[in-house]
């Protein structure tokens, strides 16, 4: 009978695992300040592109249109929210 940790890797020193190799070069990229700016511009230029090509497909008329009133609906609502939130602060 097999033990399940027959397969695991023995690590020999002076020997980097790829997973620790590619944990300390993950890590090096979350220690510069620019990455997560750089990832969130990456990420909202192709949500852009994304809708422009939907609106050229003409898959636009699967996703619900929006309105003013449904905007202003919401703007409401999030202004009711912020300002209890506001009085929760002052009160305690």
């Given at each position: 009978?097999?033990?399940?940790?027959?397969?695991?890797?023995?690590?020999?020193?002076?020997?980097?695992?790829?997973?620790?190799?590619?944990?300390?070069?993950?890590?090096?990229?979350?220690?510069?300040?620019?990455?997560?700016?750089?990832?969130?511009c990456?990420?909202?230029?192709?949500?852009?592109?994304?809708?422009?090509?939907?609106?050229?497909?003409?898959?636009?008329?699967?996703?619900?249109?929006?309105?003013?009133?449904?905007?202003?609906?919401?703007?409401?609502?999030?202004?009711?929210?912020?300002?209890?939130?506001?009085e929760?602060?002052?009160?305690?």
């Amino acid at each position: 009978m097999m033990s399940a940790f027959n397969n695991v890797a023995v690590n020999v020193p002076g020997e980097r695992n790829v997973w620790d190799k590619l944990s300390f070069v993950i890590s090096r990229l979350r220690e510069r300040l620019w990455i997560k700016p750089l990832i969130i511009c990456v990420l909202s230029i192709g949500a852009v592109f994304l809708a422009d090509l939907m609106d050229k497909t003409g898959l636009g008329r699967f996703v619900p249109e929006i309105t003013k009133e449904s905007r202003l609906g919401v703007l409401v609502k999030l202004r009711i929210v912020l300002l209890k939130i506001v009085e929760l602060g002052t009160c305690t």
